[in-house]
Structures are given as C-alpha cells and as structure tokens.
C-alpha cells in the first residue's frame, strides 16, 4: 500500500513506523502537520490509500479523515484519553499500560479501535519508556492495524461508553484502562510540582520522570526558574531537604525529605520575547550561580556501587568486561567523549577477551553534543574540540587489537554514534533500535572514521546512498545491509542480560582466540596502505571548513535543532515516497534466538 505519515515532528516513533513499514513493502511518505502547511491539500497531493498518525499533537481536519482511512496511535490503554497520557500514566504509578490505534473521527481518541498492544511500565523515565516499550508496543499495534485494513474484512471495534466490544478490548490491552471513557487534562506545571520539603525520593523522582524529556518541572533554583530534566536516586548523600549537596558528571545532587536526587539537565525558564531555550548539563546551565559544591566523582573501575547514579559503569563477569553509558539524548559532549575514553582505556587494562560498549536500554550515542555546542562562546571552536574527542574514543576502539570490541545498541543511535559502533568488531543491535547513519541533515560532512568503516561494510554504493537519503533504517534493514552483524530480539529490560549472554559463550568459543590475533596483523596492513590518520585528517578538514565558516548551513541548522524550532514545510526527503531498497534478509541463524556458536563477523579489520 501507498501510506502517508501524518506527524507533528519526525520523532523517534514516526521515524520507526516510516522504517518497519518501508521493510514490509509499503511505499511511506510523511507530511508534518505545520501552522503553514494546509493539511487537506497536502494529503490530496500525497493520495494515500492509508493515513496514519503516529505522534499528532493536533487533531486531524474532518475533511482529511472523511476522506481517507486515517489511523491515530494514542500511547494509552482502550478508553484513556487526553494529552497527557503517559505522564498520567507515570504520575499515578500504573505498571501496565497500553498503545491503542484508532480510527480519526470528531473526538479526540474516541474512534473505532483497530489494534490495542499492552505493554509494561518500569520505573524509567517517560522519554525512555516512549522509545522503548510504548515504541515496541506502538509498532505492534500499527503493523496489526495496517495488515487488517489492508485485508479488508476486519471491522474496527466501536468505543462506546460501556459494553462488550470496550470490555473486549480492554481485557485484550492487559492495561489499567478506566471501565469507561477517561479523558484527562494536559498535566500543568500545578500538578508537577515538587515540594522539596514534603515530598519523599520516590515521589521527587515519579514527578520528574512524567515530565521528562518534555515539558520539565518548573522549579525555582538559585534564584532562577528552570525546567528540571532527568532524576535519579541517591543512596548515600544527605542534606536539608532541597539543598544542594554535589555535583557529578555535570550534574547536581539535591537532597529530598528522605534522600537525594541527582539531576543531569536544567532548562532555563524562557523570558517573553526572547528566543526558546534549550537543555544542557545542569553544572553548565548553573554556571556561576552554582555555589562551591564538592565534585563527588566515582572511580570508573573495577565496578561503580549501585547504590548511587553515573553515566558510565563498568562490570566484569569472567572474561568478558561490559562498559556501559547512558548520556541525556544520547548527546557527547567534549567532557563525556573525554571521560569515556578515560574509562575505556582503563577498560583495556583489564584481563578480558571480550569487551562490551554500550548495552543500556535506551540511547547507544547521536554523536556530539549540539546543546553545549551552540551555548559555548565559541561554538566553532568547541564544534573543534568536541568532533576531535569524539575521534579520538573512536580510534582507540579500532585500534584494539588485544581483544574482541562488541558494540550493544539497545536504543537507537544517529550519526557519530552510529560510527562510534562501526568501530567495534561486531555490532549486535536490540531489535527495537532505529539507526540513522547519516550527517547531511546537519550541513556536515562527517568524521569519526566514516569514510572507513561504512564503506568496508555495506560497500561504498550503499554507503553513499544512505549518506544521500537521510533515512532512518531498521534493526532488520541494518542486519540485512551489513550494518550489524546481530539483532537481539528483547524487551529494552531483557537486553544487557542477553548481550551479557551472547558475550560470554563469544569469549568462550575456540576461534576468539584465532580473531584476536588476526586483528594486529590487519591493523599493520591496513596501517601500511590506506593509514588510519589519512581518513581523519581528510574528514576533520572538511569539518573545520565547515565549522570556521560563520555562514555554513549547519550554523543554523544547530540553532534551529536545539531550540526545537520547526521547520515552515516538510522537507523533500521525507515527502517522496520511500520503499526499502536493501538485499535479502539473512538466515534467521543471525537473530538471538536460534544464533549459531560462531557469531558472523562483518568486521574486516
């Protein structure tokens, strides 16, 4: 089928439903619903046999869904409606939810019911649940929901106020829907609020996971107002309730009633008339309104104490070491890109055979940290130093040669972080994850060794033309063309203990041993035709023509991509109609699951 994606943005959700149906076969264009862009006519012009909305912030025109068969994903059981409905669902501490695809009528999330996913709530922040469980169980519902309107006899269920249809559907969603219709408010700033003085460590942390990444909690800090983002538990540090207590990694750690918290990222309030603001590191954001305050920074290795919150960990489990990240957005900025390298060096130091990069549940990497790019006072030079760190990470992993390098995405990755897992040995990939290994889109040329691990595996036709489109692409579609070598088909819970798994029969197999001697021996001779230094020193001088060049589109681009600005039409790329264009899909032996002893490699070097 022909399906147009109606969306507010090209988020993380649309781009997975544009890649998952272009995998099916369907041909998928997108049109963003924008102030100046008159839906109606924007449809007509597509003429798509089928509409669907996987995040719409407004509501379909009547005389779009009259019509065309238009279908709506509200993140939220069978009778849930409203705005807000994952931050409800958080807010009120419900650990089962549910993804609903609905037919667009005159109510909002009131029309007949096509599919209905449930799905698992646990206690992660709501950005991170959308992209993970809400995204698997989003995906699910879409591609029930197409392939029976495709076939043409299935009859959606109507929503009534009661009745054995909603009861149905219910039962079917497994979810803490209402017995009836529920349609709740926008969650205000009112209901957000924390109250540092009453409120426990878990009810602090509730409240800033709903709100996370979008709208924040408003709070009053240092005599400012900022939108507070991100929380994680303290289980050491104590203070007066609302008192700040440390700071680490760029966070700050403010004490509760009966504990702490640690809150990477602050947002200033925005003043009228003034352009919007952005995140940043919540130290960086301070800046000097931050009182002296101890940096209560831990040692990388051996192993971090659980009891307390870092962006880097690092766990030995017999030969096999699993260093692990989890940075806000998946953004690296100079700092993280310099620690992880700290940590990953001392990594190497370690007795293992086998090392793990990656393996969190959400974000493997988007590369470098256009937020505290954009606020340096010279973002040109901090664009410098930020593309150099995070060149300098990705050569120590490729020239690793005294053991196997595994990259585990667990979360969707873009551009430098995309190249940051190229790097490794083999790429193992959760199946939920959406690749986007491209820079265009931000007026760059790219660097992190592109120009040499992208071509050495799919081959330089297919490295260009992905470079060209600026497609997302699949876990499948990634598998298929060469870019991971494994999907690990798992729940984003389930996946670090799988790849833990996957890693230790890696270490224990007879022919790591013969891999691991082979890599110094293709490092010398890839050193001594085509050097390692030649094709950064090639990348990293378009860059810096780029950079050093105030009218250089990607100027603009990062101010526009901080401050979520949106653009005035949908751009041509994703407008087109795009079908998957990639080679047969490989033995099912390359999927966790029913993988073989010996894993494929693609790595050349």
Known sequence: MHILLLASAFNSLTQR????????????????????????????????????APMLRTAIPEEVWSAYACLVVHPGPVGDRGPSSLDWAIHEGADRWGVTVLQADAEMDAGDVWACVPCRVPPVAKSELYRGEIADAAIEAVLLAVERFADGTYVPLKQAGSGTADAHERAAAGAAAPSGPRARPYLDQSVRRIDWDEDST??????????????????????????????HAEGVLRGCPGELLATRAGAICRATRDGAVWIPELRPRRVPGQPPTFKLPAVRALGDRLPPLPEDALPRLPENPDR???????????????????????????????????????ACARPTTVLVL???????????????????????????????????LVEAVLTTTDRLVVAAIGGNAAAGGVMLALAADEVWCRSGAVLNPHYRLMGLYGSEYWTLTLPRRVGAATAGRLMDEALPVSSASALRLGLVDRIVDRDPDAFAGEVAGLAARLASLPATAARISAKKTELDRLESTTPLAGFRERELALMRRTFDDPDAPYHALRRSFVRKER?????????????????????AADVTGTAPDVVASRFDG
């Open 202 to 231: 878990r009810d602090v942390l509730r409240k800033l996971r709903a709100a996370d990444s979008q709208p924040g909690v408003l709070d009053v800090l240092l005599g400012g107002e900022w939108y507070l983002h991100g929380g």
């Open 358 to 392: 990656g393996g969190q549940r959400d974000f493997f990497s988007n590369g470098i940290h256009l937020g505290v790019i954009d606020a340096a006072d010279d973002p040109a030079a901090e664009s410098w130093a930020n593309i150099n760190a995070i060149d300098d």
């Open 567 to 587: 653009p005035s039409h949908t751009p041509p790329h994703l407008a087109a109609a795009r079908v998957a264009r990639t080679a047969p899909m490989p033995a």
């Open 308 to 346: 307390t919150w870092s962006d880097i960990r690092y766990q030995e489990e017999g030969n096999v070491g699993h260093l692990s990240f989890s940075f806000p957005g998946g953004a690296m900025s100079t700092e993280r890109c310099r620690r992880l390298l700290d940590a990953y060096r001392e």
């Open 17 to 52: 439903a544009h890649a998952d149906l272009r995998d099916r076969g369907h041909t998928v264009a997108v049109e963003l619903a924008l102030p100046d862009n008159p839906l109606p006519q924007a449809v007509r012009s597509h003429a798509p046999e089928l509409v669907v």
